[in-house]
């Protein structure tokens, strides 16, 4: 028999983690840090009307690009939100996750051997995503004296003449990491200059705890050359809903929405009827979740850097990114044996590429007793390890 | 109201025993600065009492508590105030609130048993002056205290590890 896998599908590297999933599933009693979803349940008004409406029957599909109502709500809550403007009828496709916006994206404008500039460390879909449109991506690291926002110079340093577009994506995970005004006007010269388009993932904008959230679109010029994606796992807990969206100029849209029509049809008709409810009705319970991240943040950040892994506190999302360099141990080492050992699950840093390495991604997305439970265990597993 | 006011406030309403020291990590404030912020919430009278919801059912103590609904005539130049001031002291009751609809005042009653609750009404509230009626629901089951739900939730399984 031939061999029936793509070149494509085989040359993308499996998961770095895969090893470790399997691994935790042998071992009781793991404090998780390695979720990179909410705690909390989805509010129940959300989770009420898209059980109601199954119950009249909204069961069929929606328009390609999503409920018009829905469209209709979003577009108002990014511009008041946001000062987004985008037009409900030709500028706004609501996706199936964040995940599907990405990967209809970037398809709908690669062609081969166009290069994409991928900020990193980085959420770890991006490159294949990339890979798998015939593209060719290119990390720009983000480093930790910059405190993992993106510096201009690195950007330019990697621009060729083969450049297409950049992706980013603050607050960032897995620094937790926020871009202001100031820091995105920096980089929309370049982007500008050079002709490039901005593909923004802002999934964590509502987790954002100093200030509020820029949208990249709105700095400078760049609306008109931007990919914006977003969604309601993060904000609303609703991660196994999936629905996100995205959103781009009229002409942009139209080309990532052929690609939709075919790949994907609709969202999940239960899912956008539940996010219309999460947009009327749970600003409250969003503002609770992420007044509770914040408290969980201030703590387990002062608790790390208590028992001896330094960490910055970052402005967004849920991660806390300490640095294990100290160790002497390797990102993978260190996660592995922190799980054998001590029975808690964190992300080695390396997984989400350029300058993750020397770090592991600790979600604080778990209860403060939880978390209080597993800084006693890390700082236990330090002790062991420098005796 | 300050933020940070209001922000301690939420976090005691959660859990009131956490220290002023691990109150402080959390909101980025000194403990003693905490410390003395939640003394002039208690002298404000902000800050009532440090209390405990407990699920009774489970402790199995077998008391009785009913709600209990009262019409009243209100006297002049003092409305409700002196009666529910009056009733207030009480020790069998433990909420009092004036309410709009059908009725004036809604108590919340608690005793060992439901005779004691019953005589507790009939001898001590129905006889009282201006009260012209009273209706007493006995309460089954709680199923939610003060945003706390007491009946068991199934845990939904969560990955070790997603990106």
Known sequence: ?387 | MQEKDLELLQILENNSRLSATEIATMTNLTPADVESRIHALETAGVICKYTTVINWEKAGNGEVSSIIELKVSPERDFGYDRIAERLSRFRQVKTLRLMTGTYDLQLLVTGKNMQEVSRFVSEHVAPMDRIRETATHIIMKSYKENGNVLFEQQEAERLPYSF
Not at chain 1, 24 to 43: H, K
Not at chain 1, 68 to 88: C, I, K
Not at chain 1, 229 to 241: E, P, Q, R, V
Not at chain 1, 254 to 278: D, T
Request: proline content about 5%; glycine content about 6%.
């Open chain 1, 1 to 387: 028999m031939r061999n029936f896998i793509s070149e494509r599908a085989h040359n993308i590297p499996p998961s770095g983690i895969r090893k470790f999933f399997d691994l935790a599933l042998t071992i009781e009693d793991v404090i998780s840090l390695g979720v990179g979803e909410p705690d909390f349940r989805t509010p129940w008004n959300i989770c009420e009307s898209s059980i109601y409406s199954i119950e009249q029957g909204v069961t069929s599909y929606t328009p390609n690009k999503g409920l018009p109502v829905l469209r209709e709500s979003l577009s108002n809550y990014l511009q008041q939100h946001y000062h987004l403007p985008y037009n409900s009828d030709n500028e706004i496709i609501i996706t199936s996750g964040v995940s599907e916006g990405l990967d209809i994206a970037i398809r709908a404008i690669v062609d081969p051997g166009d290069e994409v500039l991928i900020a990193q460390p980085s959420y770890v879909s991006y490159a294949p995503c990339v890979t798998l449109a015939g593209g060719i991506p290119v990390p720009v690291q983000c480093t930790e004296p910059d405190r993992f926002k993106l510096n201009a110079d690195a950007l330019q340093d990697k621009i060729t003449g083969k450049t297409k577009a950049l992706m980013i994506n603050f607050p960032n995970n897995p620094t937790g990491a926020v871009m202001n005004r100031e820091d995105l006007r920096a980089i929309s010269d370049i982007i500008i200059d050079k002709d490039l388009l901005l593909i923004t993932d802002e999934v964590y904008a509502e987790l954002t705890y100093e200030g509020s959230h820029v949208a990249a679109a709105t700095v400078s010029d760049l609306w008109q050359r931007t990919i914006t994606l977003n969604g309601f796992s993060k904000a609303y807990a609703m991660t196994g809903w999936r629905v996100g969206y995205l959103c781009a100029p009229k002409e942009l849209c139209e080309a990532v929405l052929k690609i939709h029509q075919y790949v994907m049809l609709c969202a999940p008709v239960m899912g956008q009827v539940g996010a219309l409810e999460a947009i009327r009705s749970a600003e409250e319970d969003k503002n609770n979740m992420v007044q509770e991240y914040r408290l969980r943040r201030n703590m387990f950040i002062a608790g790390l850097n208590r028992i001896g892994l330094p960490a910055h506190v970052p402005d967004g999302a849920f991660y806390a990114f300490p640095s294990i360099k100290e160790t002497g141990l390797s990102d993978t080492e260190f996660a592995e044996r922190l799980l054998k050992e001590q029975r808690v699950a964190v992300v080695p840093g390396s997984v989400f590429g350029a300058g993750g390495e020397d770090h592991v991604r600790c979600a604080y997305a778990v209860s403060r007793k939880q978390l209080t439970e597993a800084l006693g265990r890390i700082e236990t597993f330090l002790t062991n390890l420098r005796n």
